[in-house]
């Protein structure tokens, strides 16, 4: 099991090396991919994405199955969480933009790449590790659709000194 951050740093690469992408052959619509992933889904894609708006068109799919992967494990959810599911088929719609919560993940995907790019990029810490190096989906969400509303432990109750001080008002 790969962690997300693992993933996300893939995810960063593969952004950062589109050119990469453009070399591979795209595969043929309706040729199916060889389940080379443990624990594929039997609704894995098989055709070539038509939908993309903020990813790289010419991901591999490989890559964007990681990735979406990434998404839903660093949410805590299923790929249904974002995808449609079509009435006909009963399959997922993986194309379709039926769901508010696509939609938001783009935005999401776009805040995180900003993040990265614009400011991670200017932050110079020696004491960082490669993974503290940028921002995932994980760093906010921690298994959550919504982040933890982060609250302040509860400070401990007779400081004297406190009182002097008098400026915190309890929350
Ligand atoms: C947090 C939301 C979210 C989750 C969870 C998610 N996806 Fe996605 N998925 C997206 C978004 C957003 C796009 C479109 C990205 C873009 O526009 O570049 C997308 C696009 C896709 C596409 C390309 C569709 C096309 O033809 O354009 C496939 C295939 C896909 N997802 C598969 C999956 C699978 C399989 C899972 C579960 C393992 C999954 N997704 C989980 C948000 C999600
Ligand atoms: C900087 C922190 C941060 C990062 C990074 C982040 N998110 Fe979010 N995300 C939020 C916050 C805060 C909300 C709640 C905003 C709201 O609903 O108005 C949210 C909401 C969402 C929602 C809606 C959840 C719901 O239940 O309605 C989705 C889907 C989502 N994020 C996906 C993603 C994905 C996918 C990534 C990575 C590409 C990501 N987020 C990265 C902070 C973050």
Same mark, same amino acid.
């Not at 995810?11 to 619509?29: I, R």
């Not at 990434?70 to 959810?77: N, Q, T």
């Not at 009963?90 to 776009?110: E, G, V, Y």
């Not at 995932?136 to 000194?161: D, K, N, Y």
């Given at each position: 099991?790969?962690?997300?951050?693992?993933?996300?740093?893939?995810?960063?690469?593969? @952004? %950062?090396?589109?050119?990469?992408?453009?070399?591979?052959?795209?595969?043929?619509?309706?040729?199916?991919?060889?389940?080379?992933?443990?624990?594929?889904?039997?609704? +894995?894609?098989?055709?070539?994405?038509?939908?993309?708006?903020?990813?790289?068109? /010419?991901?591999?799919?490989?890559?964007?199955?990681?990735?979406?992967?990434?998404?839903?494990?660093?949410?805590?959810?299923?790929? /249904?969480? #974002?995808?449609?599911? /079509?009435?006909?088929?009963?399959? @997922?719609?993986?194309?379709?933009?039926?769901?508010?919560?696509?939609?938001?993940?783009?935005? !999401?995907?776009? !805040?995180?790449?900003?993040? /990265?790019?614009?400011? !991670?990029?200017?932050?110079?810490?020696?004491?960082?590790?490669?993974?503290?190096?940028?921002?995932? #989906?994980?760093? #906010?969400?921690?298994?959550?659709?919504?982040?933890?509303?982060?609250? @302040?432990?509860?400070?401990?109750? +007779?400081?004297?000194?406190?009182?002097?001080?008098?400026?915190? %008002?309890?929350?």
């Amino acid at each position: 099991m790969q962690s997300p951050l693992f993933l996300a740093a893939i995810f960063t690469l593969s @952004l %950062a090396t589109q050119p990469l992408f453009g070399q591979q052959a795209p595969a043929p619509a309706g040729q199916t991919t060889p389940q080379a992933q443990s624990g594929a889904r039997p609704r +894995h894609p098989q055709t070539k994405p038509v939908n993309l708006k903020v990813l790289p068109k /010419n991901i591999a799919r490989e890559d964007l199955v990681k990735i979406m992967r990434s998404y839903a494990g660093a949410l805590g959810i299923e790929c /249904n969480f #974002c995808h449609a599911v /079509n009435p006909a088929t009963h399959k @997922l719609d993986f194309p379709s933009d039926a769901k508010d919560d696509k939609t938001i993940a783009r935005t !999401m995907i776009q !805040m995180t790449q900003t993040i /990265n790019e614009q400011y !991670m990029t200017q932050v110079h810490d020696p004491d960082a590790m490669p993974e503290d190096k940028h921002v995932t #989906c994980g760093t #906010c969400h921690r298994g959550h659709t919504m982040p933890e509303h982060f609250v @302040l432990a509860a400070e401990p109750r +007779h400081h004297p000194s406190d009182d002097d001080e008098g400026a915190q %008002a309890p929350q």
